[in-house]
């Protein structure tokens, strides 16, 4: 069974850069398929942050392309986001995912780990 | 980048409706296109992918419909557990974008 589980601070100070891992298990990085970053914020809708593939091909929502840097672990089957001079507008629940390379939709995804971002 | 608007943005029915969500792409997206239910504090669940495929596990009261611009969800016959907000995706090309939602209450 594929999982998929987020981690990080949950309070940023504003200006600073917003830091999450998403550890999966069940299934390797390395065999295929894009891994990605939903954030949602309060009460709101869904935003597709970005999504990198094992061998590092990356895609990134134009609105936060400045700000984003999503990379892969293969050794500790994990991926990581970042997202730097973060306002109050970036406070949401942040989701990792899967998608495969053909077909974009998010078929397991984490739990979601709510950062807030402090002024 | 495509937008994808979603109609009504809520909707009130009761346990046994039929009830129809709309998802509308800014451009002609072929069968490309998602839906996803979420329920409060969860993170989104895949109930369909290419427009009509449900996915594994999902209850066969739930079906897509359509291709191009125009998609709808339908669910057959409401269940207390399907209260909750439903998502459209595109999958056509990058960026992914979303729906609005369509927040499902009971009436």
């Known amino acids: 069974q594929v999982q998929l589980q987020e981690s990080g601070p949950g309070l940023v100070q504003a200006s600073e850069t917003l830091s999450l891992t998403c550890a999966v298990s069940g299934y390797s990085i390395s065999s295929g398929y894009y891994w990605g970053w939903i954030r949602q914020p309060p009460g709101k809708g869904l935003e597709w942050i970005g999504s990198m593939y094992h061998s590092g091909s990356t895609y990134y929502n134009p609105s936060l392309k400045s700000r984003v840097t999503i990379s892969v672990d293969t050794s500790k089957n994990q991926f990581s986001l970042k997202l730097s001079s973060v306002t109050a507008a970036d406070t949401a629940v942040y989701y990792c995912?899967?998608?495969?390379?053909?077909?974009?939709?998010?078929?397991?995804w984490g739990q979601g780990t709510l950062v807030t971002v402090s002024s | 980048d495509i937008q994808m608007t979603q109609s009504p943005s809520s909707v009130s029915a009761s346990v046994g409706d039929r009830v129809t969500i709309t998802c509308r792409a800014s451009?002609?997206?072929?069968?490309?296109l998602a839906w996803y239910q979420q329920k409060p504090g969860k993170a989104p669940k895949l109930l369909i992918y290419?427009?009509?495929s449900l996915q594994s596990g999902v209850p066969s009261r739930f079906s897509g419909s359509g291709s191009g611009t125009d998609f709808t969800l339908t669910i057959s016959s409401l269940q207390p557990e399907d209260f909750a907000t439903y998502y459209c995706?595109?999958?056509?090309?990058?960026?992914?974008?979303f729906g609005q939602g369509t927040r499902l209450e009971i009436k």
């Open positions: 995706q595109q999958t056509n090309s990058f960026p992914i974008t």
């Open positions: 995912a899967r998608h495969r390379a053909d077909r974009y939709y998010f078929d397991y």
């Open positions: 451009q002609g997206i072929s069968s490309w």
């Open positions: 290419g427009a009509s």
